[in-house]
């Protein structure tokens, strides 16, 4: 049975309940309109915990005005279903007065992590993101929490937020899922057409091209980000505008000059309206890493 609550307090309380019992805690944060991408979180901190709870806010603070947050996918009662149906216990949707009052007037600083990608794009995106996932954490205590490398940046961000703030929180990172095709599962794919999401491909196909070319030897990032932007645009033509295609530090993303080390290819672009990102681990041969 889930149980689907929208006070702090009562989430407070559900949690200490299954903790007096023993069971290990699992915290899954969301903005809804699940998929198969969030299911692997969930069915990963099912595999982990004795105890799962599962959040579903769609956070005003991390979108910026124009951005989506009004057209954002909502059906609650189908995520319910869902989520029950994995076993998942707690389901806990607060209203954006319950989750905030008159704040938030004190927020997180996400640091140097925030400055790029996503976080240049989406100015004050990361403090949204950071600040809500601390008060989550904060309200929950899990022993452990699990975010999906779909968004690579955000869970960079929130080990680094866990490490420099102490919160006593294991991060777990779940790889990404995808469409048969490539296309990486995100709540956003609603919208797209059939027309867009065909269009979208050129984000997959940019990373199998990184990946490829390093393969084959091509550890300069600057010709791998060409690589990357040749292969969207083949893909993709004019109906995906990436916003960047970068090479970037695995750890702390800053730009790659080559991949000697872990890296991870970043990408991101707007389908008619619709923002869509994606991004793959980076290898570099080992002959490539010591010639
Ligand atoms: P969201 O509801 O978009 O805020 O996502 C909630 C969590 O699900 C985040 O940790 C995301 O990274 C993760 N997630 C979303 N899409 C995917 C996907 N395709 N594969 C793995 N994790 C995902």
């Known amino acids: 049975m889930i149980e689907r609550i929208g006070s702090k307090n009562e989430v407070r309380a559900a949690v200490a309940e299954a903790r007096r019992e023993g069971r290990r805690i699992g915290f899954v944060p969301t903005m ?53 149906a994995e076993g998942v216990e707690l389901l806990f949707t607060p209203t954006a007065d319950v989750m905030y009052g008159d704040g938030p007037e004190v927020t997180v600083d996400p640091g140097h992590l925030a400055k790029r990608w996503e976080g240049e794009i989406r100015p004050g995106h990361f403090t949204g993101v950071a600040t809500v996932v601390a008060k989550l954490l904060n309200t929950l205590r899990p022993d452990l929490a699990f975010f999906g490398e779909k968004d690579y940046q955000q869970l960079q961000i929130v080990r680094r937020m866990v490490q420099d703030l102490d919160l006593g929180v294991g991060i777990v990172g779940v790889p990404i899922v995808r469409e048969p095709d490539g296309l990486a599962l995100s709540s956003r794919n609603v ?89 793959c681990a980076l290898v570099a041969p080992e002959a490539e890493v010591h010639p």
């Not at 299911?39 to 979108?63: G, H, I, K």
């Not at 070319?213 to 010709?223: I, K, Y």
């Open 32 to 84: 809804g309109a699940l998929h198969e991408g969030h299911l692997a979180l969930v069915r990963a901190a099912c595999a982990r915990t004795d105890f799962v709870a599962v959040s579903v806010f769609v956070n005003p603070t991390q979108f910026a005005p124009g951005e989506d947050f009004d057209d954002y996918p909502r059906q609650i009662d189908k995520d319910a279903e869902l989520l029950a």
């Open 191 to 279: 919208r797209l057409s059939a027309a867009d999401r065909i269009a979208g491909l050129g984000l997959s196909a940019a990373l199998t091209a990184a990946e490829q070319a390093l393969a084959w030897g091509e550890t300069e990032a600057s010709a791998l980000e060409a690589v990357m932007r040749e292969a969207a645009e083949k893909t993709s033509g004019d109906a995906l505008v990436l916003d960047y295609a970068a090479i970037a530090d695995a750890a702390t993303l800053d730009p790659l000059a080559r991949v000697t080390t872990e890296a991870r290819a970043l990408v991101a672009g707007r389908v008619g309206s619709t923002r869509l990102i994606d991004n």
